[in-house]
């Protein structure tokens, strides 16, 4: 999935995966701040967003 | 190639009159130039319609499934390389039954892009369409002209790695070679090579013309979900709008629901109205899945599809 969306043009980056325990708090932590970092580097999405008073 | 069609004839109307089967599924001839039609024949009358052309683009394992249960027992089918590995994948996913299909295999010659034809005749009507030898006669109002069929072969026959049936009960002809020798790896996934930002406006370009008709998911048969993710309402996971976010996801969806299930048998492309190259998609993932787990789709009927089991070198680069 995160191979074909990134095909298609969606930033690296913007996709994150992870596997946490509910035990493993350190590591959670860690990746909420990797991944708002990293999406925060990109700055605000520009595709995939469906803007209402274009559509309706 | 009429005698392809012939033995298909002969041996459709012989298992048909021996009530070996109750159907036979195979092409007729369109009434338009180039759209040969799947075909139902349920009498050893109704057989002698039955054709083999280079215009049989749709996909017969379609039609093997989404029947009613009990309506039809047997069936013949008429199968070439990539419709015979569908239905492989359709016997592992269990939506069909081995013994309840008799496969009349042959060998494929290579599909013709009605729309390559279309495009050497700009703003002329094409008339008729024959085959000669490995050329194509052309014929409309004031012209006639023969053009090599490799010219104008659909994409994905070019890279077809499996022209011969995987599974056969009976061979419809001699066994050809078993590919057309393009590279797949060569073509497969062209915009892998744009840079990352230059892909989205590639992507939107091509679906940009997309009607939302879902022609491409009706001729797949991996598509046999009986409501599909588009036109379920409650909840709604996909808008069915024509904006840009709403064909984005439909297509990348549709598209993805095939990983590790495609053939690359073109139906969809070929159904497309629009001629939108929806195999810019699926040949993305074909490529994945061969790459990652060395695996292609209805080859083999004792291998187990990737995508259903865990194994623990699974690849996995993508999980933090």
Redesign the interface.
């Known amino acids: 999935m995160k191979s074909l969306l990134e095909y298609v043009g969606i930033e690296p980056g913007r996709l994150h995966f992870s596997w946490i325990s509910s035990a493993e708090a350190t590591k959670f932590q860690e990746t909420v701040v990797e991944v708002t970092e990293s999406v925060k580097a990109l700055g605000p999405a520009k595709h995939m967003i469906k803007d209402i008073r274009k559509v309706a | 190639m009429e005698a392809v069609a012939q033995k298909i004839r002969e041996t459709a109307a012989k298992l048909l009159s021996e009530g070996k089967v109750d159907c036979v599924i195979g092409y007729a001839q369109g009434t338009v130039p180039m759209r040969d039609y799947p075909y139902f024949a349920y009498t050893p009358e109704e057989a002698q319609n039955l054709t083999w052309s280079p215009f049989c683009c749709n996909n017969l394992a379609n039609f093997l499934i989404r029947r009613p249960k009990g309506e039809i027992g047997k069936v013949a089918i008429v199968a070439q390389g990539c419709v015979s590995r569908s239905i492989v994948g359709l016997i592992k996913e269990n939506q069909i039954a081995r013994e309840d299909v008799y496969i009349l295999g042959v060998p494929s010659p290579g599909m013709v892009d009605r729309r390559k034809v279309q495009d050497r005749f700009p703003l002329k009507t094409i008339t008729e369409v024959t085959v000669d030898g490995e050329d194509l006669v052309v014929k409309g109002k004031d012209f006639e002209e023969r053009i090599p069929q490799k010219e104008v072969r659909r994409d994905n026959c070019y890279t077809c790695v499996q022209r011969n049936p995987v599974i056969v009960d009976e061979m419809m002809g001699e066994e050809g070679p078993s590919d057309w020798g393009g590279n797949i790896d060569a073509v497969a ?1 062209p ?2 090579k744009l840079e ?8 939107i370009d091509e679906v940009d013309s997309c009607i939302r008709c879902y022609a491409c998911r009706d001729a797949c048969p991996l598509c046999y979900c009986h409501v599909c993710f588009v036109d379920e309402a409650m909840p709604q996971w996909c ?1 069915k ?1 024509q ?1 840009e ?2 064909v ?2 439909f297509h ?1 969806l549709r ?2 629901h095939c ?1 590790g299930r495609c053939t690359d048998c073109g139906a969809c492309e070929s159904a497309c109205p629009q001629g939108i190259k929806v195999r810019r ?1 699926t040949s ?2 074909e490529k ?1 899945i061969r790459e990652l787990y060395d695996y292609s789709p209805g080859m083999d009927l004792e291998a187990t599809p990737p995508l259903s089991v865990y194994r623990p070198n699974d690849p996995q680069e ?3």
């Open positions: 996934a915009w892998e990352p930002g230059e892909r989205w406006e590639a992507f808008g709008t904006d976010a709403d984005a996801t990348i598209a993805f990983a998609f993305k993932i994945d993508f999980i933090k």
